[in-house]
């Protein structure tokens, strides 16, 4: 009888062990992640490089960098800028957003503004790990019922990553996530041409103004 016990009591052992394995190795979407609170809004702040991205953009986007500030009220400022030109990756688009900075296990509700104008519909950002130094790994919905909106993104702090930093950084997302991986990721194009373009554009735009004012001056004489 002892003996019968015995057995049963360690199939019922291994069979809970079987279950919480099982529900370890489930996999995980950012509408069920918990993103994690044990960082600062100075870790987070700063100039990031969005260097890869899951599922890819509808359109063709590159040189994309992410400027976060911690501002006054509890307001953090974020100022996403990319270009949607292969060509011209100098012409940029630049979104704004002020959020409440409060961190929590929920994460960020973030409202994007284009000119003034909302340019999309609000959605939620959650870190789900981050290194201050190197590379964060962020996921985000605009409907956390809709797994199409879902999207997963690595953050660096260097714009420009061989290939075997690109791949080691999409292979070390979370554990069991989905979404991260160098087999679904795609990566986002940080060239020379997003620093020296940027400075060739401004130097062109300000050669412009300048004989504009010029040619004004000389109108009004």
Known sequence: MLGRLACL??????????????????????????????????????????????PATLISVLC?????????????????????????????????????????????????????????????????ALNPST?????????GSDPSTFFDVILSRQRILNSTTLTAYENGGPPNFVGFGSSVMTPISQTQSCYANGATSTVSFMGVVLALLYAMFHLVQ
């Open 9 to 54: 009591a360690v199939l019922l052992l291994l069979g809970q062990q079987v279950l919480a394995q099982t529900q370890t190795n489930a996999p995980v979407y950012c509408n069920n992640a918990t993103s994690i609170t044990n960082f600062t809004l100075s870790d987070l702040s700063g100039v990031w490089y969005e260097v890869a991205r899951n």
């Open 64 to 128: 994309t960098q992410v400027n976060i500030t911690s501002m006054p009220n509890n307001i953090m400022n974020i100022q996403t800028t990319y270009s949607n030109s292969p060509s011209y990756p100098w012409v940029n688009v630049t979104e704004t957003a002020n959020v409440t900075s409060t961190i929590s296990q929920y994460g960020f509700n973030v409202t994007y503004y284009l000119y003034n104008t909302p340019s999309q519909t609000t959605l939620t950002f959650k870190v789900l």
């Open 135 to 143: 590379n964060a790994y962020i996921c985000g919905y605009s409907n």
